[in-house]
């Protein structure tokens, strides 16, 4: 019996000894605290491919873990997707003996959402599939594995199927040199056989570009319609054994603490969009009557906004006539005489001398107003750079119980950064756990990493179950020390930012801004297009957004509505800059961040049908055919007044000749852009 029990203990030993030496991945997403970084052999970090944007790094209520929610464009045929950076030499299979694991979990969302049959996990073929290999889930929820050898084309099928919406681990195993047994399909842990009978397939040609999750090729077309997490791509054939215990129930995550229980139950508000009122900067000026805040009130909803976060810094300064308490009262008063449901809420601006005794008279000055904007019966206060005075303790200490408000403030990070990294945002959340939500004020910086920020943030809060306010900019271009700007290409970086937005699923919008001139960062109208004169010039000669203001209007809708709306009528809008990045500003000055201007003119054209779209501006022109939907165009830039039309069936049906001409002789504009529309 001795004996037999020391066998025993050395089969279990050698049994474990043969997992803890399984071979180690060479590439390994575990997607901790929402990073990319690849824990396998061959280190570095996945980036982002594809479609900007549409990868969401989340906490999976049902997991428990981190997961990359991958989502896809509007028609379904793209979709986000991340790739390896300097891939390209490994795994390629290029040799009879090569050997290749694939293992993974995948939430599949099920074979609706795009007409083809396949589905991307994890490839490296071109666009043209005439090299590489690619893993794929069929419309049916079959597992495919397909090549390319010097015969050409070839594939395989898994027997057996994967349920649609419910996390299952899939794997495949590769040999290219065996006869017998060098593809197999794995469905949680289990082989699950191969359609026909497998007489080897390897060295496939090697097509040399990076590993791609999420789609069939480089182009990032066919995409998964689902989620992934815990990804192993191993450059060996692992045992049954062991991928059966990488199906094993996945590890669990320690941040935050208790995301897996709220996330799924927790209540969200509708999904709304706001505008970030600057109080100190009424369009009408600083003595703007109830009659003037009406005005803009109805031009924010006629866009489809629901309401303004009052931006306010000197509540009660004298010198400030009226006070920023008095035109906050009269915005409020407004939207009540207006009665059309207009929101409200105090974004309190502490950048500013504001402290916590105002910040208390702004919550007790208007929490019972009817159009005090509301989540379960609480009252919903936001700031900007509340940390200055520790607004989260100093709120939840003062304001309990049936006082209780609904804090949404925009913190910053420690140290401060406006485009915080992943660990900073993880920062603030880890000393602001106590609060109902969080709002990102990105403003100053590209479309792109705007949207790489907001992302962060969303991942963590939303992941958390709070409820997450994302911003939307249209352009920034500060002033005096503050002299920089950061190149939107026309609406084509706002528009980054409502997809973004409208693809990360968050709660809110909030536009950023409504009415700051001194950033440029406004989409109010203050006079037709052709105006350039406002507050007696005090922040220079001012130029029309009215551009960035009316397309925004169909990504509103998008956002709220939570569905593309249909083109029913043929729309342009046209932004530009009326001068060249190389003429200096008025006071002989360049912005920073001028080298990374774009000297063009740039148009969204909205389509029901098929058209051509043309630019014509001096000895300058462009011809764009466009099928119907939403297209972002540019044309090279030149001196003269730019003209626009669409045409269709040989019969011009739009034309538009712009308010405001390009001159190379002097930059009143001040590198601020000028937008309109074909109306």
């Given at each position: 019996m001795k004996l037999k029990l020391i066998h025993l203990a050395l089969a279990v030993l050698c049994a474990a000894a043969l997992r803890s030496h399984a071979a180690e991945p060479v590439y390994q997403l575990r997607f901790d605290a929402g990073e990319l970084k690849n824990t396998g052999s061959a280190g570095g970090e996945a980036q982002q491919a594809g479609i900007l944007s549409l990868v969401d790094v989340v906490i999976d209520a049902d997991l428990g873990i981190y997961a990359a929610n991958l989502k896809m464009s509007a028609n379904g045929s793209q979709g986000g997707a991340l790739a390896f950076p300097e891939s390209g030499s490994r795994l390629q299979l290029g040799g009879l003996s090569d050997e290749l694991t694939l293992a993974m979990w995948v939430k599949w969302r099920g074979p609706h959402a795009h007409a083809d049959k396949r589905h991307g996990l994890v490839s490296t073929m071109p666009a043209k599939k005439d090299a590489g290999w690619a893993f794929s889930i069929l419309e049916d929820g079959r597992l495919q594995f397909n090549w390319v050898n010097e015969k050409g084309g070839s594939f395989r099928t898994s027997s057996a199927s994967l349920a649609e919406n419910q996390w299952t681990h899939v794997a495949i195993r590769w040999q290219g040199g065996e006869k017998s047994g060098g593809l197999e399909f794995f469905i949680n842990g289990e082989p699950v056989g191969v359609n026909e009978k497998w007489t080897g397939g390897g060295p496939i040609k090697k097509s040399g570009l990076n590993l791609i999750l999420g789609v069939m090729d480089e182009a990032a077309y066919l995409p998964l319609n689902g989620s992934l997490a815990e990804v192993n791509i191993f450059g060996s054939a692992l045992s049954d054994e062991n991928i059966r215990a990488l199906a094993q129930a996945p590890r669990q995550s320690a941040l935050p603490q208790e995301?897996?229980?709220?996330?799924?139950?927790?209540?969200?508000?509708?999904?709304?969009?706001?505008?970030?009122?600057?109080?100190?900067?009424?369009?009408?000026?600083?003595?703007?009557?109830?009659?003037?805040?009406?005005?803009?009130?109805?031009?924010?909803?006629?866009?489809?906004?629901?309401?303004?976060?009052?931006?306010?810094?000197?509540?009660?300064?004298?010198?400030?006539?009226?006070?920023?308490?008095?035109?906050?009262?009269?915005?409020?008063?407004?939207?009540?005489?207006?009665?059309?449901?207009?929101?409200?809420?105090?974004?309190?601006?502490?950048?500013?001398?504001?402290?916590?005794?105002?910040?208390?008279?702004?919550?007790?000055?208007?929490?019972?107003?009817?159009?005090?904007?509301?989540?379960?019966?609480?009252?919903?206060?936001?700031?900007?750079?509340?940390?200055?005075?520790?607004?989260?303790?100093?709120?939840r200490t003062a304001f309990t119980d049936e006082n209780a408000i609904f804090l949404i403030p925009f913190l910053r990070s420690n140290p401060q950064a406006e485009l915080p990294s992943q660990e900073l945002v993880e920062g603030v959340f880890r000393a602001n756990q106590d609060l109902d939500g969080f709002f990102d004020f990105g403003a100053a910086g590209s479309p792109q990493d705007l949207c790489a920020a907001t992302k962060r943030m969303a991942g963590v809060w939303m992941g958390a179950g709070k409820v997450f306010m994302a911003p939307v900019t249209p352009y920034y271009r500060g002033r005096g020390k503050n002299f920089r700007m950061f190149e939107s290409r026309g609406f084509e970086g706002m528009a980054m930012q409502w997809e973004n937005a409208i693809n990360l699923g968050v709660d809110w919008v909030e536009i950023v801004t409504w009415n700051d001139w001194a950033e440029s960062s406004y989409i109010a109208q203050f006079g037709t297009p052709a105006d350039t004169q406002f507050w007696d010039d005090h922040y220079g000669k001012m130029l029309s957004h009215r551009g960035f203001a009316e397309a925004s209007k169909h990504y509103i809708k998008w956002f709220k509505d939570a569905k593309q709306p249909a083109i029913t009528e043929d729309r342009f809008f046209y932004f530009y800059r009326v001068h060249p990045k190389t003429t200096p500003a008025p006071d002989g000055r360049f912005p920073r961040g001028v080298e990374n201007a774009e000297d063009r003119i740039y148009a969204t054209v909205f389509l029901k049908a098929p058209a051509v779209f043309t630019i014509e501006c001096g000895d300058v022109s462009a011809r764009f055919p466009l099928e119907a939907g939403v297209h972002h165009v540019s044309s090279e830039f030149a001196q003269g007044t730019p003209r626009f039309q669409v045409i269709r069936d040989d019969q011009v049906v739009l034309a538009k000749t712009a308010e405001m001409p390009i001159s190379g002789d002097s930059a009143w504009g001040n590198f601020n852009y000028f937008s309109s529309s074909n109306l």
């Open positions: 995301p897996a229980r709220n996330v799924a139950k927790a209540v969200r508000p509708p999904r709304m969009v706001f505008a970030h009122y600057m109080v100190a900067l009424p369009t009408a000026g600083g003595d703007a009557s109830v009659e003037d805040y009406k005005r803009e009130i109805q031009q924010a909803q006629a866009l489809g906004i629901d309401g303004f976060a009052l931006n306010s810094g000197g509540w009660t300064i004298e010198k400030k006539i009226p006070s920023y308490k008095e035109r906050t009262r009269r915005i409020y008063e407004a939207a009540k005489q207006l009665g059309t449901g207009f929101k409200l809420f105090i974004s309190a601006d502490f950048a500013t001398k504001l402290n916590f005794p105002e910040f208390t008279d702004m919550v007790l000055s208007f929490r019972d107003h009817p159009n005090q904007l509301k989540v379960d019966g609480k009252a919903v206060i936001s700031s900007y750079k509340g940390e200055n005075i520790d607004l989260t303790r100093n709120a």
